[in-house]
């Protein structure tokens, strides 16, 4: 019917509005998922681990739910919005999909919340971060984080020990925005002192520069928040600018020392400490499974988007058993709200009013284990809200 063509906005909202007129008299035999990632580009190693996670959960417990049978239809977007919103348009229009699902980054996960809101389908963030992320549509739910989660508690726990002057270092977006003002809240409430602020573009960024700057500062540490997957050439550019040689410590959000990335650092890694949801080191006996069955299927660690993508499509399964199998998208967010469960990350439940994970939040340290670097749990804060709203 739709040639291959640009959709204009008007045609676009007509052909969503028809599709949600008649999708819930038509009876189905599958629930498609349209998982839209980052599978090229800077962020791809989101994609990738999302991706496996979900094959993992799936190969463990079946493709059928409630009678219906599961489809994943994967879509790259690379981290552009553009592409998320192009992306989002043909899985709802074409292939009517019952759930769209993944958003590797904050700008893709917004580009795509007004589809969802107009054609009445859940939304599952897996992997993107902002606050304000789950206000934008009622149909969103998330199962990843947001920043404001662990960057307050990094901020308490860094004044308390014995940090007074840092400089802070974040991708310049949404979310590094979050990371940074959260942090400075707490950081400098309790008595520190930011003597450098840099924020580095969020595509391709050379951090060598701006790592000259942070060295001439002196701080006693820097607070970095870049996305998944750029942790390591930022570890590799502190290494070389010799801030780990000048006592220059690293804390920040968990995202730097991203598990799947961790182990290939080197040695300038040891004593980063971190606050964040999920290391591939958490001691209970359901991570350590999932660790071993990741590591069998795809050859290396997982990280926390690959636990956000585990749990998004747990959560998406345990929906459709409360609904019996009934893909009618208000039924769906409905059934979501209030779930808890056991994850390998630790106990996650989903806030009915925010529709927001509520999950614990570990301050780690980077050591060697074995030989080889993980993110070792020293210290945990339970049931941790989006502080990003509880404020409001």
Do not use: C
Request: charged share 25%; hydrophobic share 40%.
């Amino acid at each position: 019917m739709f040639e291959r063509k640009i959709f204009s906005r008007t045609a676009v909202a007509a052909a969503i509005a028809s599709l949600a007129a008649i999708a819930p008299a038509k009876a189905q035999d599958s629930v498609k998922i349209g998982l839209i990632l980052p599978m090229t580009g800077g962020q791809a190693s989101t994609g990738k681990q999302i991706e496996n996670a979900i094959k993992l959960y799936m190969q463990q417990k079946g493709d059928t739910v409630a009678g219906k049978k599961i489809e994943i239809i994967v879509k790259d977007d690379a981290a552009i919005p553009d592409k998320t919103k192009t992306a989002a348009q043909e899985l709802i229009v074409n292939d009517k999909v019952n759930f769209i699902a993944g958003f590797g980054v904050t700008p893709a996960a917004l580009a795509a919340a007004p589809l969802a809101t107009q054609a009445k389908i859940p939304q599952i963030v897996m992997a993107a971060g902002t606050s304000i992320i789950t206000e934008r549509s009622p149909y969103i739910v998330r199962t990843s984080f947001t920043l404001a989660q662990s960057s307050t508690i990094i901020g308490d726990w860094a004044v308390k020990n014995g940090i007074k002057k840092v400089a802070t270092l974040t991708s310049d977006y949404a979310p590094g925005n979050d990371a940074l003002n959260f942090f400075k809240q707490h950081f400098t409430a309790g008595g520190g002192e930011v003597v450098e602020e840099v924020k580095v573009p969020l595509q391709n960024p050379d951090f060598a520069p701006f790592l000259q700057r942070m060295k001439d500062a002196k701080p006693d540490a820097i607070f970095v928040f870049v996305p998944a997957g750029q942790g390591g050439n930022f570890m590799k550019q502190y290494a070389e600018r010799g801030l780990d040689k000048a006592g220059i410590k690293v804390i920040g959000p968990g995202d730097v020392t991203d598990d799947d990335l961790l182990n290939n650092m080197g040695d300038a890694v040891l004593g980063t400490v971190t606050a964040h949801l999920y290391s591939a080191a958490h001691p209970s006996q359901m991570n350590k499974d999932f660790v071993a069955a990741y590591k069998k299927a795809f050859g290396n660690r997982p990280g926390f988007m690959a636990v956000g993508g585990y749990d998004g499509i747990h959560l998406i399964y345990e929906a459709l058993k409360k609904t019996g199998g009934d893909t009618d998208g208000t039924k769906l967010v409905e059934a979501m709200k209030g779930q808890k469960w056991e994850s390998p990350r630790g106990p996650i439940s989903i806030d009915p009013e925010t529709r927001d994970i509520v999950q614990n939040i570990y301050i780690r340290k980077v050591e060697k284990v074995d030989g080889e670097l993980y993110n070792v749990e020293f210290a945990t804060f339970e049931a941790v809200k989006d502080l990003g709203k509880t404020k409001k």
